[in-house]
């Protein structure tokens, strides 16, 4: 199977070009009225004289200006050439046996009469454009889309990378939020690598990223959104649908269907797609030595092999009923359902300061989960008079359930220990039930005003209920109290904990484009009253308090397709119920963690340079930003004095910065080649006074890929990449390093695609440490190794995809819906918390 896997990554590329010519063209030079320079790029359509809607070929310049195009037959013919901010000019030519070479000689431009609002490629459908506050990946112009999975299009997208564990990063950072069609979703709150992993990227119409949310958005939570929009195209009356499937060799297996339907005034598209996701075992070695006075045990060591299993579903639809030419009412809904199971075997020792080996226990448990969610709303959007005047009304209800079921008989087996210690056979379980439910409010008025101006208000109400509920049955041991070893009932047993949100929020913001400068900047106020309620009583508390959150870009336009922006926006970041959930998971005797009902918003800064260049043949961003918050909720991990368990919970720690620079490159200058560039470097500062801790260090991630095109339509895309150790405040985890290869072969006139493809991780262990400290006198609690390695480091998965029907026409929605984007989430990577 390995010589297998080497073959297929070290597969050499042939590629077989061949060119046709015809001995009929048309020729010329784009010149620009005011400064008399050659225009690059510009884009150029032959047309029919007698029917100019037909288009019978397109076309690019060079970078000098000049442009050559090839006539089939004889004829008369018009050709549209046109630039980003130059007015379109149509020439008319006839190219004849004796006059089969038409130059059309220098073709002058004027200024358009319209200001640029956006910067795109315009030589050919853009698959990257360029806006103020957002850059949008054209996900249908990428024809690696037929075969592959959304995960595997983020690699491509500019800001966002994905490292080989799956995990996603936006500009270096995972505080981002996913959105589905503009919406603010739960569906990717878990794992969303695994999630988009079974996406089909032929569902999806574009990804957005949205690098500096504005006003319009939540005050809270977030470093930027990922906007996937799905496809929404339906003939006036039909159908289209997309039926995948995948199988994997680590027996994974998924399949879906897409769906668009237009009949009348009313329109649906929607998905669906069952997931059986199975991880290689994964073995876990974590090495501790306590500094604790008081410590019963001076040195740890557990090894532990998990197996885990997810089985899987989700699904969204949006249908669409237009009354008339200014009222439309969308109607949308997503679920999410997910069942992970994990089987843990762990052997576990722990030693004197002398090494001697005094107590040791194995441990065999089962971890079932419940996550999921579900999200219903409804959109109302009427039109004025006035072209895009628009107000939307909206309502949106979201449930998240969130329940954890634990179980695990652990059995004594140090030589040390006699009967009836030895072979002592124990048990311990417990069961939470966790949830968040939301109603959500909202209105949105644009108005455009003067030439180019527009202002958007809005105001909008979030009633939130957290919820967390344990069972009565929960019990452990605590082996770190001498034998015989009595079942534990801890006081928060019973414990149930509800943290209710109120949010009113409104803002204003203000667009305008004036000649090469363009500005976007708000102002955003939200007032949040806060109850936290418990079991018991005297616990209980509440407080509200007010925020103005300024957001602002400018936009400085240096050519047609060059641009510069700078930007500042202030964020507060509201932990979400994995935060603040006090259930204590003691699923394992050494090693426990809860949440932390008391945490406070974190209050996040961030400045932003940018800088964009896109061309027919190229595509390039690069963006300088640094934000800090001197509030960061940070998780961390410690050991109370006179004990041995590990305590992991979160506070607000202290100080955090990062510097980041994001870059992005695409080059596609050859109709049979694509290569790309996504990386990322940051330098990241994490300071807490108060835990005698702090960390800082480079850290980052590059990926670079390509595809080719081959005759008889085949394709090989292959890539790679890698990731520099992580930073946290209490450690790193280590560098690791990933390839990609995919061949891809279409039928049936591109309807059917199958592909091959395979990942491979040349590294297969990944080291995380972490280290503890004392804050009153600054002296070392305990440090610690966790060696994870992965018992596989290849996969490979197989595709297939078929589509039915075909679409041209949009399917209509409001441009308007509710966004909650407001919460601080767990990471999903599930690396570097509890070994088990």
């Not at 004796?98 to 030589?123: M, T």
């Not at 990063?169 to 505080?175: D, E, I, M, P, V």
């Not at 240096?558 to 500042?568: A, D, N, Q, R, T």
Request: hydrophobic share 30%; net charge positive.
């Amino acid at each position: 199977m390995k010589k297998l896997l080497l073959l297929f990554f070290l597969m050499p590329v042939l590629v077989l070009a061949q060119a046709t010519g015809s001995k009929f063209s048309v020729k010329g030079q784009a010149i620009d009225s005011l400064t008399q320079e050659t225009l690059p790029y510009v884009t150029c359509s032959v047309v029919s004289d007698k029917n100019p809607k037909l288009v019978l070929n397109r076309f690019a310049g060079d970078a000098n200006g000049n442009f050559t195009g090839i006539i089939k037959t004889p004829g008369t013919y018009q050709i549209i050439v046109s630039c980003v901010g130059q007015e379109p000019v149509t020439k008319k030519f006839t190219v004849t046996d004796e006059a089969s070479e038409i130059n059309l000689g220098k073709i002058i431009f004027s200024p358009s009469k319209q200001a640029l609002k956006e910067v795109s490629v315009v030589a050919v459908k853009p698959l990257i454009k360029a806006e103020a506050d957002k850059i949008t990946y054209d996900t249908e112009q990428d024809p690696e889309s037929k075969s592959s999975n959304v995960l595997e299009m983020l690699r491509k997208v500019p800001m966002v990378t994905v490292d080989g564990q799956d995990n996603i990063q936006l500009q270096g950072s995972t505080n981002f939020k996913f959105f589905l069609n503009g919406k603010p979703t739960n569906m990717f709150s878990n794992n969303p690598g695994m999630i988009l992993k079974s996406f089909p990227a032929n569902m999806v119409k574009n990804i957005e990223v949205i690098t500096q949310p504005g006003a319009k958005y939540d005050a809270e939570g977030i470093g930027g959104i990922i906007n996937i929009i799905t496809v929404q195209k339906s003939n006036t009356e039909g159908y289209s649908a997309t039926i995948n499937a995948q199988a994997s060799s680590r027996g994974s297996l998924s399949s879906g269907l897409n769906l668009m339907i237009q009949k009348g005034k009313i329109s649906f598209s929607g998905n669906y797609s069952y997931n059986y996701y199975k991880q290689f075992p994964v073995i876990t070695k974590t090495e501790r030595e306590n500094f604790i006075t008081g410590a019963p045990y001076r040195k740890s060591e557990q090894i532990a092999t998990v197996n885990t299993k997810t089985p899987m579903q989700f699904g969204s639809g949006q249908l669409t009923y237009e009354f008339d030419s200014v009222n439309l009412v969308t109607v949308s809904y997503n679920q999410k359902f997910g069942r992970p199971e994990s089987e843990t075997e762990a052997a576990t020792k722990n030693f004197n300061a002398s090494g001697t080996n005094v107590f040791s226990f194995n441990q065999k448990s089962i971890q079932k989960q419940s996550w999921g969610s579900t999200d219903f709303g409804v959109d109302y959007q009427h039109s004025f008079k006035n072209k895009d005047e628009i107000l939307t009304v909206s309502y949106k209800l979201s449930n998240t359930p969130n329940s954890s079921n634990f179980e695990a008989t652990n059995v004594i087996e140090s030589p040390f220990y006699t009967a009836p210690q030895r072979g002592l056979t124990q048990w311990s379980k417990s069961k939470n039930d966790a949830s968040t439910n939301e109603h959500t409010f909202q209105a949105d008025y644009t108005k455009p005003f003067r030439k180019n101006q527009t202002i958007e208000t809005g105001i909008k109400f979030i009633k939130r209920l957290n919820s967390s509920d344990i069972s009565e049955n929960f019990k452990y041991f605590d082996y770190s109290k001498s034998f015989p070893f009595e079942p534990v009932i801890p006081f928060d047993t019973t414990s149930g904990f509800d943290n209710n949100q109120d949010i009113l929020g409104a803002y204003m913001s203000y667009n305008g484009n004036f000649d090469k400068w363009s500005y976007k900047g708000g102002l955003r106020y939200e007032h949040t009253w806060l109850k936290a309620i418990f079991s018991e009583s005297n616990r209980n508390f509440d407080d509200n308090y007010g925020v103005i959150t300024p957001s602002a870009i400018i936009t400085y336009r240096l050519k047609p397709m060059e641009s510069l922006k700078l930007g500042y926006n202030k964020r507060i970041i509201r932990p979400g119920i994995d935060y603040l959930n006090p259930y204590v998971d003691r699923k394992d005797p050494n090693y426990i963690s809860y949440g932390n009902p008391n945490l406070d918003p974190e209050n996040s800064h961030t400045v932003n340079l940018g800088y964009s260049s896109f061309a027919s043949k190229y595509n390039f961003t690069a963006d300088l930003s640094y934000n800090f918050i001197n509030n960061a909720i940070e998780q961390y991990s410690f050991i109370p004095v006179n004990s041995s368990i590990q305590e992991i919970t979160f506070d607000n720690t202290g100080h955090k910065s990062q510097v980041g620079l994001n870059l992005f490159g695409n080059y596609r200058g050859l109709k049979w080649l694509n290569v790309y560039m996504n990386s990322n470097v940051n330098y990241v500062t994490l300071k807490s006074s108060s835990l005698g801790l702090s960390n800082e260090g480079f850290t980052g991630r590059l990926y670079l890929g390509g595809t080719v095109m081959l005759p008889k339509d085949f394709r090989i895309s292959t890539g790679g990449g890698g990731s520099l150790p992580q930073i946290n405040l209490q450690g790193s985890q280590s560098a690791f390093y990933f390839s990609y290869m995919a061949i891809t072969k279409e039928f049936f006139k591109k309807r059917l695609s199958l592909s091959l493809s395979g990942v491979y991780l040349p590294l297969s262990h990944i080291k995380l440490y972490t280290t503890g400290m004392n804050g009153t006198n600054n002296t070392p609690t305990f440090k610690q190794t966790t060696d994870v390695h992965l018992t596989s480091n290849a996969e490979l998965r197989f595709n297939v995809s078929y589509r039915l029907g075909s679409m041209n026409t949009q399917v209509k929605k409001t441009s308007s819906t509710i966004e909650n984007d407001d919460q601080k989430e767990k990471s999903s990577s599930g690396i570097g918390e509890s070994p088990m």
